[in-house]
C-alpha cells in the first residue's frame, strides 16, 4: 500500500495543503496566499492572518485530496507544522490537524517549520540523503543547520537579530518596492551594479552566527542621507549592493560551517533560497569548495504543505512520538529537541 502523508501548513501568510507519496513524491501542494490581504499594510497582520486561515483552511485540505486523487481512507499519516510562527495562525492548522486526524483516525505528528524548509530539498533531490548542511533563509530565520539524520538537527550558526528575510523585506519597504519585498530587490538587483555602493559586512570572531540588522540599518541610513541631501538614489544599485553583502556573508558561513564538519554537500532552503544571487553565489562556492549544491524550486522554498508532509513521514520513519489530541501550537521550539 502506497504511504501518504497529508502535510498542512498555517504558520504565516499561506493556507497550505499537500499529499506526498514516500515522503519524496509530491501529488499534490495548494497553497492560498494571503499576499494581497497584507500588502496593503507593508507586512503581515497577525489577526487578519488567522481569519483568513479559518476561512481557507478546509477547502485548502480539501483541494490537497482531489488533486492528489487520495481518499481520507488511504492516508498513512497527517504533518501539521506546530511552530514556530505566529500563534493564532499556527493554532488554526494544528486545530484543523488535529481534528481531521481524530475523524479519519489517522496517526498525527508535529512539524518544526525549519525541519519543514529543509525536507522541501528532498522532493526533487533524490540523492540527497542526511547528513548535509542545510543554510535556512526565510522571513522569520536565518540558521545553518546540520541535518545528521532524518529528523536530527543541529545548529550551527544562526542570526543574532534580524532574519535575512527581513532586511530584504524593510530595506525593500523604505524604497517603496512592495510587499514582499525580497522578490523585488532580486528583481531591482538584476539592473544594478553590487559594487555601487559598499555597505558593512557584519563580522563576528569564532562564530557562524549571522547580524543584518547593521546591513539593514547601513542602507536605511544611506537612503536617509540622500532624502535629507536632495539627491537621487539608484534603486537598482542599492538593491544590488545590498543583495550582494547580505549573499556573501551567508554563503561564507554555510561553506565554512559544512568545512568544520566535513560535509561536502549544501542546500538552501525557505523564501529567500529563490534569491537568484544567493543561488548563483552558493554554486560558485560550491564548486570552489569541491561541494554539491542543492535548492528546491521557488514554488517549494516558499511556505508550503509539501514540505511538511516530507517532514512528517521522515519523522514518523525515525520513530518521533505521535502528537495527541492535547498538541498545541508554539509560537518558539528548539529545533534540536523535537521529540
Ligand atoms: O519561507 P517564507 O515563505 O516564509 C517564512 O517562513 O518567513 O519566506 C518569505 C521570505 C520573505 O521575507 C520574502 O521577502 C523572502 O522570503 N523572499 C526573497 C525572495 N523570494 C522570497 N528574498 C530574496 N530574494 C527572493 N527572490
Ligand atoms: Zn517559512
Request: hydrophobic letters at 45%; charged letters at 20%.
Amino acid at each position: 500500500m502506497a504511504d501518504l502523508t497529508l502535510g498542512i501548513e498555517t504558520s504565516c501568510d499561506e493556507t497550505s495543503a499537500a499529499v506526498v507519496c514516500d515522503g519524496r513524491t509530491v501529488l499534490s501542494d495548494v497553497i492560498a496566499s494571503q499576499i494581497d490581504l497584507h500588502k496593503v499594510y507593508g507586512g503581515v497582520v497577525p489577526e487578519l492572518a488567522s481569519r483568513k486561515h479559518v476561512e481557507a483552511v478546509t477547502a485548502v485540505v480539501d483541494k490537497a485530496l482531489r488533486d492528489a486523487q487520495v481518499a481520507p481512507e488511504q492516508l498513512t499519516r497527517i504533518g501539521v507544522t506546530a511552530g514556530p510562527g505566529l500563534i493564532g495562525a499556527l493554532l488554526v492548522g494544528v486545530t484543523a490537524a488535529k481534528t481531521l486526524a481524530y475523524v479519519w483516525d489517522k496517526p498525527l505528528y508535529a512539524i518544526h517549520h525549519i525541519e519543514g524548509h529543509i525536507s522541501a530539498c528532498f522532493p526533487e533531490h533524490a540523492e540527497l540523503v542526511p547528513p548535509f548542511v542545510c543554510l535556512v533563509v526565510s522571513g522569520g530565520h536565518s540558521h545553518i543547520v546540520k541535518c545528521c539524520d532524518y529528523g536530527v538537527f543541529h545548529i550551527l550558526g544562526r542570526t543574532r537579530d534580524d532574519a535575512a528575510g527581513e532586511a530584504f523585506d524593510k530595506i525593500a519597504r523604505a524604497m517603496g518596492l512592495g510587499y514582499p519585498g525580497g522578490p523585488q530587490v532580486d528583481r531591482e538587483a538584476a539592473k544594478g551594479n553590487p559594487d555601487a555602493i559598499r555597505f558593512p559586512e557584519p563580522q563576528f570572531r569564532d562564530t557562524l552566527d549571522f547580524s543584518f540588522s547593521g546591513l539593514k540599518t547601513a542602507v536605511l541610513n544611506y537612503l536617509n542621507r540622500a532624502q535629507a541631501r536632495g539627491e537621487a538614489v539608484s534603486v537598482p544599485d542599492v538593491c544590488a549592493s545590498f543583495q550582494q553583502t547580505a549573499v556573501r556573508t551567508l554563503v561564507r558561513h554555510l561553506t565554512t560551517a559544512a568545512r568544520d564538519v566535513g560535509i561536502d554537500r549544501i542546500a538552501l532552503a525557505g523564501g529567500v533560497a529563490s534569491n537568484s544571487a544567493l543561488r548563483r553565489e552558493a554554486a560558485a562556492a560550491a564548486a570552489a569548495n569541491g561541494m554539491r549544491l542543492y535548492y528546491p524550486s521557488p514554488i517549494l522554498c516558499t511556505d508550503n504543505g509539501a514540505m511538511i508532509a516530507c517532514a512528517a513521514h521522515y519523522a514518523a520513519c525515525a520513530g518521533r512520538p505521535c502528537a495527541g489530541s492535547d498538541l498545541n501550537a508554539v509560537a518558539s521550539w528548539d529545533l534540536e529537541h523535537l521529540a
